[in-house]
């Protein structure tokens, strides 16, 4: 079966970097959506990251545009989140995400199929 595991959260001041990683096991990765997505307690997961399955177009949510990278190691089959930069307002549990259903917006949880258990990122002054 397929299956996503992160890695590479933790803890960092503001104004400090973390690169979270997703490990895409039992198909190849290249034909699928890949995205990232956070949450907080009580509130709605939110798309941060995408790249689209045909043409690897990226996309991001406007709080992280040009603080955020999405790229692939398509030999790997691993896919990163390099985040810059950061703000107390990034903390979360962070999570990578698969799928195939491209009538969907790139950051919307609906796109997406196959998720990730999360790793939490904790950004602090």
């Known amino acids: 079966q397929v299956q996503l595991d992160e890695s590479g959260g933790g803890s960092v001041q503001t104004g400090g970097s973390l690169r979270l990683s997703c490990t895409f096991s039992?198909?190849?990765?290249?034909?699928?959506?890949l995205g990232w997505f956070r949450q907080t307690p009580g509130k709605e997961r939110e798309g941060v990251a995408a790249v689209s399955a045909a043409f690897r177009n990226t996309y991001y949510t406007d709080s992280v545009k040009g603080r955020f990278t999405i790229s692939e190691d398509k030999s790997d089959n691993i896919f990163y989140l390099q985040m810059d930069n950061l703000i107390a307002e990034d903390t979360a549990t962070y999570y990578c995400a698969a799928g195939s259903k491209t009538r969907y917006p790139a950051l919307h949880t609906d796109r997406y199929d196959i998720w990730g258990q999360g790793t939490q990122v904790t950004v602090s002054s």
């Open positions: 039992g198909s190849a990765m290249n034909s699928y959506h």
